[in-house]
């Protein structure tokens, strides 16, 4: 069996984005690990990308003890939007998916004392082939987004070059500060570039990004979590350094409640992520998760760790291969504690 143990230690990093959001790792939860691009909403009415699951969603979280805990982001990703821009060049939803737009998906998702967050891509076309944000269009896909009342953007990277993206991230950042609505900007830049200096600047992102994503993708397996740890832990000494509040390192969504993890790998990421600081986004189906994931997912403990307001990334110290986790912890607002977990 291996364990690791992970330390908190504090750190001097002290630039960051002063939109005043992300104080702590955000919370929330993400449409993509669980629902992908279904957009066959004829067979599969309840599962498809479409204003009736972000609107159930937020439903779930307001009603089912998420919000009171932190969780306040209904976040929408990839193919929800129209195929094509509006005669003007704006992008649209989806008629059909969505018929009453964005904007009403917003004002009802706010009226759950939630927040809506959107998916962009600095590109021709996003990752799954809809209208991609080129740098002509980001100031107007900006303010559309504000125009709209979002309160977070995603935005990935595909079909860009890296000259392009090197323009396009700061440039949105900037178009999102202009439009005078706070907005919370992740920024998938990182993940496009290899996740490691020279070819990612930590101390610039965390001027531009209240996140970004370092490395892959998640996918629904226990391999998948644990290349993404090893991944961290092998590179600690740069992204620990860089992570704070208002700027975090993501190493992408909660899987818990999907089919992939049994209940004790399931309790694993649960605690990693919450001792490397990462924001919290589930991507999951609310309306049938099980006990036991809403259990680990609701773990008090795990989210006041998670949300110390010093913001420091754990580190991990040890690697044994015979030993059994431990664990000891000392008060979080003195970001002076550290979890053994095994893996």
């Not at 195929?83 to 737009?101: V, W």
């Not at 080129?134 to 504000?146: G, K, S, V």
């Not at 392009?164 to 202009?178: F, H, R, T």
């Amino acid at each position: 069996m291996k364990c690791v143990v992970f330390l908190l230690l504090p750190h001097a990093f002290s630039l960051a984005l002063e939109n005043g959001l992300m104080r702590t790792p955000p919370m929330g939860w993400l449409a993509w690990e669980r629902f992908r691009c279904n957009i066959d909403c004829k067979t599969d009415p309840h599962n498809c990308i479409s204003e009736r699951l972000f609107m159930e969603m937020a439903d779930h979280l307001a009603m089912d003890g998420w919000r009171e805990l932190g969780y306040e982001y209904v976040n929408i990703d990839d193919c929800w939007m129209a195929k094509n821009r509006d005669m003007m060049g704006h992008l649209i939803p989806d008629p059909e998916r969505f018929p009453r737009g964005i904007k009403a998906l917003a004002d009802y998702v706010h009226s759950r004392g939630l927040k809506l967050g959107i998916y962009g891509d600095l590109g021709t076309h996003t990752c799954a082939g809809y209208p991609g944000t080129t740098l002509n269009r980001i100031e107007q896909d900006a303010l559309t987004f504000a125009q709209w009342g979002v309160d977070m953007l995603k935005l990935d990277g595909c079909y860009s070059s890296a000259d392009e993206q090197a323009q396009g991230y700061p440039k949105m950042s900037k178009a999102l500060n202009a439009t005078g609505r706070p907005i919370a900007y992740s920024c998938s830049w990182p993940a496009y570039r290899g996740g490691l200096p020279p070819e990612v600047n930590y101390t610039l992102l965390a001027n531009i990004c209240n996140l970004w994503r370092n490395f892959d993708d998640i996918q629904d397996s226990w391999e998948s979590v644990l290349s993404i740890v090893e991944w961290f832990s092998k590179n600690q000494g740069v992204l620990q350094p860089a992570a704070g509040p208002g700027h975090w390192n993501d190493p992408d969504m909660l899987i818990i409640g999907n089919f992939g993890l049994s209940l004790e790998q399931s309790k694993s990421q649960m605690a990693l992520w919450t001792i490397m600081a990462a924001p919290l986004f589930m991507s999951t189906d609310l309306r049938i998760i099980s006990e036991s994931a809403k259990e680990i997912l609701q773990n008090k403990l795990m989210i006041k760790i998670n949300q110390d307001p010093l913001g420091i990334q754990g580190r991990r110290i040890l690697q044994s291969e015979d030993r059994h986790a431990i664990s000891l912890h000392s008060l979080p607002r003195t970001a002076q504690f550290y979890r053994g977990h095994c893996l």
